[in-house]
């Protein structure tokens, strides 16, 4: 049955604002912590003030209908607040941190990888950690290295560790409702370039499951899988494309791990080539584990070598220029399935 | 929605048929099955069935005219229906065929690569894409035969697909095997269809006749069955040899159909014998079952005492044109398909160096004056394969009582009485015997 869902045009901040709020209202366990996302000082006076909402104002009007109890402003200190929401998350609440960029992983790593990711297993199953971890990705608006990686390669190695890249405002609200639902560690990309990006937004508490893929443009001639922002470059090959003939179908897992093998593989079978587009280091990443997944799982279906378009392994150059030439282009794209196709 | 009558193919060769006469005028009420026009072929004439009920809005091809196979000759719409003449003349070119309409309002064409040889190593591998080596593995065709338009010289599991299509497409065409016999006489073989087709039938023709008796049927078989029409030996362009050593002993006619099913690799063939080909079809039945899948009679010789004394009069007389018609009389009930032509071919065939020698000594064996020789009636439940019965009911070569006959022998066959038809039920009435075959064959276990 399809049900018809009203939507309506929101931006990714919005739509991630819109899923805090629906989860909070519907799970009074659900608390946000974070550095700025409540805004003002812990003072009196100032318990109303609403100054920032996070960096990027993602949390904006949250204290003011859900109060500090639950909305916690937090010291500059990853280490700590971090752990606070792992602990809290074993302890019956259901925690979102915010860790500001995912560059400042190093700092709670322990917390997320040897104490969150392995509770459950450590207990025999007896504990969960239904904690979600929100943090911002991507290169773009010249924030230089340490504010600018995407790495959720790294954390896609982990086991006991749930990776969301959503690509679109209505993945990131539908995603988040999921991810802040499910009772494992879940990690949050948010790519900051797309913040401002506009699209159809269902209204509803509906969560999209978390490692179920989307495709984003069907076409018979290329599978593209590309993640978080690189799907919108994808998109705009595929126009290029288009014109020359060539029609790729685009591929968004949405979910690193879980990944939807099955979507990705039916369509090479369907191509016989693949492309993937990714803005993470290409060492140990994403893309070469996908790669290597369909060379093992679909080798008879390929035409091709499956080719990868991905940033160097450097760190983000804040040189504006540098900087454009390293995230991947529809440009980069085109070229490499016109090697292929 | 309007339908649009378009002309058939009959026969595996047939491009055209000419419009010889319309049972209809346009604005009259036309019934689906009922005969709407008829055609003439190079080989036969036949009334073509309108496809649907209603009205015949346009006649496209009048009497006399030639439309090539699958073009428009009629439009018939439902009797409440309007369909103004610029909506006929745009159905119409819609009709011409897909080439006509492809094109318009399509998205960009990738430009076709160019094909070349594969590329290899200096192993001498050949450049295949993974894709390329599965699907050629399971279709069995060699890399290295295979043109590449993959980047580099790489061969993809397209150009696979393209020269497997290419494959099937020659051995799908038809064309004419000469098998050699053991005895180092050759037989013509018409052999057609696609080579991964569910089932293989095999076709033989009656006492005097040759493969042309299934020109009609052969080419809607082919559409979805490999199909093979023999020429028995002393018939068509088979060998003619001298009628002695046993030569046309009816175990020698289906010992050479055994060899020609073995060298050609049809086995398990449908075999499907008409009249003294019935004959012969039994006695191969009987004696290589393994060679068969399933058995076909048409107004088979062996299945009973009667034969007609006219028959046995004109195989005995000189062949000469008018014994041809009184032959081609015999077997027609409707006079329409006794055509000069048909008189002609008939005429000619006897008149080959050996051919009335072959048909004076095939009748010899299976026929006498007092009864048919070839007897399988009491050997029915024998048959190790399932058996289709057609006849046409007024039969006056062999009555369709032996159909019946055959029917109460072998209770387990599929009968099929065909109403007002002759002796020869694939030319008088094509359509219902094609249907009738297709439908016995969809019914048979697969293997």
């Not at chain 1, 593989?265 to 996908?290: F, G, M, Q, W, Y």
């Not at chain 2, 604005?27 to 009922?34: F, H, I, K, P, S």
């Not at chain 2, 038809?174 to 005895?183: A, C, F, G, I, W």
Request: with cysteine; proline share 6%; charged share 20%.
């Amino acid at each position: 049955m399809v049900v018809e869902t009203a939507t309506r045009q929101m931006t990714y901040q919005q739509a991630i604002n819109e899923a805090l709020r629906i989860a909070m209202r519907e799970d009074p366990t659900v608390v946000l912590l974070g550095e700025d996302i409540a805004g003002g000082a812990e003072v009196d006076h100032l318990i109303n003030e609403d100054a920032w909402g996070g960096p990027m104002g993602v949390t904006k009007g949250l204290v003011q209908e859900f109060g500090r109890n639950r909305v916690l402003d937090t010291p500059i200190t990853e280490s700590g607040f971090i752990g606070a929401a792992v602990a809290a998350a074993a302890t019956g609440l259901r925690p979102v941190a915010e860790l500001m960029f995912v560059d400042f992983f190093g700092c709670c790593m322990d917390q997320i990888f040897n104490q969150g990711a392995k509770f459950r297993y450590m207990f025999g199953g007896k504990a969960a950690c239904p904690v979600t971890i929100r943090t911002q990705i991507g290169a773009g608006v010249s924030a230089a290295a340490q504010h600018s990686g995407c790495h959720y390669s790294v954390f896609t190695h982990m086991p006991g560790i749930k990776c969301v890249v959503p690509s679109t405002p209505a993945d990131a609200k539908g995603l988040l409702l999921s991810a802040i639902r499910d009772d494992d560690v879940v990690m949050f990309f948010e790519n900051k370039v797309l913040y401002g990006m506009k699209g159809e937004v269902p209204e509803g508490d509906e969560g999209i499951p978390l490692g179920k893929a989307d495709i984003k443009h069907a076409g018979d001639d290329v599978t593209i899988v590309a993640i978080s922002r690189m799907v919108t470059q994808a998109l705009k090959a595929a126009e290029t494309l288009a014109s020359e003939g060539i029609e790729a179908e685009i591929i968004d897992p949405r979910t690193l791990s879980p990944l939807d093998e099955e979507t990705i593989l039916a369509s090479v079978a369907k191509t016989h080539r693949l492309v993937i587009v990714d803005e993470d280091n290409p060492r140990c990443s994403a893309a070469t584990d996908i790669a290597a997944m369909v060379a093992d799982k679909g080798f008879d279906t390929l035409d091709a070598p499956i080719k990868l378009v991905t940033a160097p392994h450097t760190p983000v150059p804040f040189s504006p220029p540098l900087e454009q030439a390293y995230v991947p282009s529809p440009e980069r794209i085109v070229e490499a399935v016109r090697e292929i196709a | 929605m309007p339908t649009i009558v378009t002309m058939p193919k009959w026969g595996l060769t047939m491009v055209s048929g000419t419009v010889t006469g319309w049972s209809h005028e346009e604005g009259d009420t036309v019934t689906e099955g009922a005969a709407l026009l008829t055609v003439e072929t190079e080989k036969a004439v036949d009334d073509v069935e309108a496809p649907a009920s209603g009205i015949l809005r346009k006649i496209v091809a009048p009497t006399g005219s030639e439309v090539p196979v699958t073009g428009p000759v009629a439009v018939i719409v439902a009797p409440d229906e309007e369909l103004s003449d610029e909506a006929l003349t745009a159905l119409l070119a819609t009709s011409a065929g897909p080439a006509a309409t492809a094109g318009a309002g399509q998205q960009a064409q990738r430009p076709a690569r160019e094909s070349r040889k594969a590329a290899r190593d200096a192993s001498g591998r050949v450049n295949a894409s993974p894709a390329a080596r599965k699907r050629a593995g399971e279709l069995g065709i060699d890399l290295a035969t295979i043109e590449a338009t993959g980047p580099g010289g790489r061969i993809t599991s397209e150009d696979v697909e393209r020269a497997a299509a290419s494959v099937a497409a020659t051995a799908a065409a038809p064309r004419s095997e000469q098998v050699t016999l053991d005895n180092g006489n050759t037989v013509s073989v018409l052999v057609a269809g696609p080579v991964d087709a569910p089932e293989t039938i095999v076709f033989l023709h009656g006492l005097g006749g040759s493969q042309s008796t299934w020109a009609n049927v052969l080419g809607n078989f082919a559409e979805t069955y490999r199909v093979a029409a023999v020429d028995l030996p002393g018939h068509g362009a088979s060998d003619k040899p001298a009628s002695e050593n046993g030569n046309y002993a009816i175990t020698s006619l289906a010992n050479a159909v055994a060899q020609v099913i073995e060298k050609l690799e049809l086995s398990p063939a449908i075999v499907v014998g008409h009249s003294l080909g019935g004959a012969v079809a039994l006695q191969l039945a009987l004696e290589r079952p393994k060679l068969l899948r399933g058995l076909v009679l048409v107004d088979s010789a062996g299945l009973g005492p009667e034969i007609s004394d006219d028959l046995l009069d004109r195989v005995e007389a000189t062949p000469s044109r008018d014994e041809a018609r009184r032959l081609l009389e015999l077997f027609f009930q409707n006079p329409r398909f006794i055509l000069d032509r048909g008189i002609d071919e008939l005429h000619a065939a006897r008149s080959a160096p050996g051919a009335d020698e072959a048909v004076k000594a095939i009748a010899a064996q299976a026929f006498s004056r007092s009864g048919q020789q070839v007897a399988f009636l009491d050997q029915l439940n024998r048959l190790e394969v399932p058996l289709l019965i057609v006849w046409g009911e007024l039969d006056r070569v062999v009555p369709a009582r032996h159909a019946m006959a055959a029917s109460i022998a072998l209770p387990t066959a599929w009968l099929e009485i065909l109403e007002g038809v002759g002796h020869v039920p694939q030319i008088e009435a094509a359509p219902a015997f094609t249907a009738i075959v297709r439908d016995w064959l969809e019914s048979l276990p697969r293997p």
